[in-house]
């Protein structure tokens, strides 16, 4: 019996493309992330440490690798490789670009590649989404919604919240470019069919005046370090992972992403480990929320921390790259695998 399998095409997929592709799946996309996390919380993926390349010459840049592999009935392998260059900002360019990789689980060869700055934002927005959905739901629907960091990410964490049909009365705006506060403001504006938008003076004035707060910033190290700014226990989607001091880390009902990968990379939540020598302050992941494993408390802060999983972008990947393929939106590259016919058995003309 012959064991020989096709060599898949090699197609790529634009940003363009990958834009369309997602365009009004917002409620799809939330719960493919869930059924991801799910199975990483059953051990049907793998997840390695992400691979951080640093440059001595440019030390606020780097570049990403993210390795993963995700089971389940639409398997898929693949890496992301995502670079963060702050400066180019000043270049008038986006500060983040990224390319993904897919790769057939059963020869290993690479099927696409696709932009994956799009992906990784709408990842982003839907793990948060989801975990909105889920550590808020005993919770009354949100009044104020708080987004302090005005970037990219924000836009797309809007987006998806918006896609749990929330209905606040008002949205809450800081940055700590009054340029960077306004834009945003006016995208909340043009988009949010009439809710009240207010840029605040601070970030801790916004906090004061949210149910859920979003953290969407740049900041490398803590800036909100006063337990009592969050004394009326707000949902906090702390997709920065920095911004929080020890002191709000602990007084807070902190659910991650992955344990292991959360606490490293002097997130908020490492450097509480690091200064009680434990992790005892993590209630769980978001996975053990889901399956029933852990309860969340309606009287305390409940922070969400997503290191950001590689099995997410995977799993967005394989999607997206199915409904562009099916929509004749890819580009496929004839020939890119070259010389492979001499590994392929003789026909039986050819003996």
Same mark, same amino acid.
């Given at each position: 019996?012959?064991?020989?399998?096709?060599?898949?095409?090699?197609?790529?997929?634009?940003?363009?493309?990958?834009?369309?592709?997602?365009?009004?799946?917002?409620?799809?996309?939330?719960?493919?992330?869930?059924? &991801?996390?799910?199975?990483?919380?059953?051990?049907?993926?793998?997840?390695?440490?992400?691979?951080?390349?640093?440059?001595? !010459?440019?030390?606020?840049?780097?570049?990403?690798?993210?390795?993963? &592999?995700?089971?389940?009935?639409?398997?898929?392998?693949?890496?992301? +490789?995502?670079?963060?260059?702050?400066?180019?900002? /000043?270049?008038?360019?986006?500060?983040? &670009?990224?390319?993904?990789?897919?790769?057939?689980?059963?020869?290993?060869?690479?099927?696409?590649?696709?932009? &994956? =700055?799009?992906?990784?934002?709408?990842?982003?927005?839907?793990?948060?989404?989801?975990?909105?959905? %889920?550590?808020?739901?005993?919770?009354?629907?949100?009044?104020?919604?708080?987004?302090?960091?005005?970037?990219?990410?924000?836009?797309?964490? #809007?987006?998806?919240? =918006?896609? @749990?049909? +929330?209905?606040?009365?008002?949205?809450?705006?800081?940055? @700590? =470019?009054?340029?960077?506060?306004?834009?945003?403001? $006016? #995208?909340?504006?043009?988009?949010?069919?009439?809710?009240?938008?207010?840029?605040?003076?601070?970030? /801790?004035?916004?906090?004061?005046?949210?149910?859920?707060?979003?953290?969407?910033?740049?900041?490398?190290?803590?800036?909100?370090?006063?337990?009592?700014?969050?004394?009326?226990?707000? @949902?906090?989607?702390?997709?920065?992972?920095?911004?929080?001091?020890?002191?709000?880390?602990? *007084? =807070?009902?902190?659910?991650? !992403? !992955?344990?292991? #990968?959360?606490?490293?990379?002097?997130?908020?939540?490492?450097?509480?480990?690091?200064?009680?020598?434990?992790? /005892?302050?993590?209630?769980?992941? @978001?996975?053990?929320?889901?399956?029933?494993?852990?309860?969340?408390? %309606?009287?305390?802060?409940?922070?969400?921390?997503?290191?950001?999983?590689?099995?997410?972008?995977?799993?967005?990947?394989?999607?997206?790259?199915?409904?562009?393929?099916?929509?004749?939106?890819?580009?496929?590259?004839?020939?890119?695998?070259? *010389?492979?016919?001499?590994?392929?058995?003789?026909?039986? $003309?050819?003996?």
């Amino acid at each position: 019996m012959s064991t020989e399998a096709a060599i898949p095409d090699f197609s790529v997929v634009t940003g363009a493309a990958v834009h369309r592709a997602l365009r009004g799946r917002q409620r799809d996309v939330i719960d493919l992330v869930e059924q &991801s996390y799910l199975l990483h919380g059953t051990r049907q993926t793998v997840n390695p440490p992400s691979y951080f390349l640093r440059f001595p !010459d440019r030390p606020t840049s780097r570049i990403i690798a993210l390795p993963a &592999s995700v089971g389940g009935e639409r398997p898929v392998d693949g890496i992301k +490789w995502i670079a963060s260059f702050p400066t180019n900002l /000043e270049r008038g360019i986006p500060r983040a &670009s990224a390319v993904l990789i897919l790769n057939d689980p059963q020869t290993g060869y690479p099927y696409a590649c696709l932009e &994956s =700055s799009i992906i990784s934002a709408v990842r982003t927005a839907a793990s948060a989404a989801l975990a909105a959905r %889920t550590l808020g739901a005993d919770r009354p629907a949100p009044r104020r919604i708080g987004f302090i960091g005005t970037g990219l990410v924000a836009r797309y964490l #809007h987006e998806y919240l =918006s896609a @749990l049909d +929330w209905r606040p009365e008002e949205y809450g705006v800081f940055d @700590l =470019s009054a340029a960077y506060a306004d834009a945003f403001a $006016g #995208h909340l504006r043009q988009t949010s069919q009439g809710t009240s938008v207010r840029v605040h003076d601070s970030a /801790e004035d916004l906090i004061r005046a949210c149910d859920v707060v979003v953290l969407a910033t740049t900041a490398a190290t803590p800036h909100l370090a006063d337990p009592d700014v969050f004394a009326h226990r707000p @949902l906090v989607l702390h997709v920065s992972l920095r911004d929080l001091g020890t002191e709000v880390i602990l *007084d =807070s009902f902190n659910v991650v !992403d !992955d344990v292991e #990968h959360v606490l490293k990379a002097d997130t908020s939540v490492h450097l509480a480990e690091q200064a009680t020598g434990g992790r /005892e302050f993590i209630a769980g992941t @978001l996975a053990d929320v889901l399956n029933g494993e852990v309860k969340v408390p %309606t009287d305390r802060t409940v922070v969400f921390s997503p290191f950001g999983l590689g099995v997410l972008d995977l799993s967005v990947g394989e999607h997206v790259a199915a409904l562009a393929r099916s929509a004749g939106d890819v580009t496929v590259v004839d020939g890119f695998f070259h *010389d492979v016919e001499r590994h392929r058995a003789p026909a039986d $003309g050819d003996r």
